[in-house]
Nanobody, 123 residues
Framework: QVQLVESGGGLVQTGGSLRLSCAASGRTFSMYAMGWFRQAPGKEREIVAA????????YYADPVKGRFTISRDNAKNTVYLQMNSLKPEDTAVHYC????????????????WGQGTQVTVSS
C-alpha cells in the first residue's frame, strides 16, 4: 500500500492562504481515492475534503465549502489542499488519507494515514 507524507503546514494570519501537499510512495497512487482530515485539540478527527481516483469527483465538509479546494496530480503521486480565507477555527493538525475502494469521507473508510501537518491560523 501507499505511504503518505504531508507538507505545507504553518502559521498564517486570518484571511491568509496555505497549500498543503501529500506525496505518496509507490506506483499505485492513481488507484487510491484520497482525503484530507483535520483534528483540533480536544476534538475528534473530521473530514475536510476528499477526491476520487481520477479527480472528477470531490467532496467538501460544510465549514470549508467555497474556501478550500482539493486536487490531485497522478503523474506526481501528489494530492493538494488549497486553503483560502483561513479562519482561526481552521487551526488543527491536517492529515492526508487514502482508500483504494471508496472515497474516504469518514475515518472508518481510511486505510492509510499520513503523519499530519500543523496548520495554525492567528486572529
Amino acid at each position: 500500500q501507499v505511504q503518505l507524507v504531508e507538507s505545507g503546514g504553518g502559521l498564517v494570519q486570518t484571511g491568509g492562504s496555505l497549500r498543503l501537499s501529500c506525496a505518496a510512495s509507490g506506483r499505485t497512487f492513481s488507484m487510491y481515492a484520497m482525503g484530507w482530515f483535520r483534528q483540533a485539540p480536544g476534538k475528534e478527527r473530521e473530514i475536510v475534503a476528499a477526491i476520487n481516483t481520477s479527480g472528477g469527483y470531490t467532496y467538501y465538509a460544510d465549514p470549508v465549502k467555497g474556501r478550500f479546494t482539493i486536487s490531485r496530480d497522478n503523474a506526481k503521486n501528489t494530492v493538494y489542499l488549497q486553503m483560502n480565507s483561513l479562519k482561526p477555527e481552521d487551526t488543527a493538525v491536517h492529515y492526508c488519507a487514502a482508500n483504494n475502494r471508496m472515497v474516504p469521507t469518514a475515518r472508518r473508510n481510511v486505510d492509510v494515514w499520513g503523519q499530519g501537518t500543523q496548520v495554525t491560523v492567528s486572529s
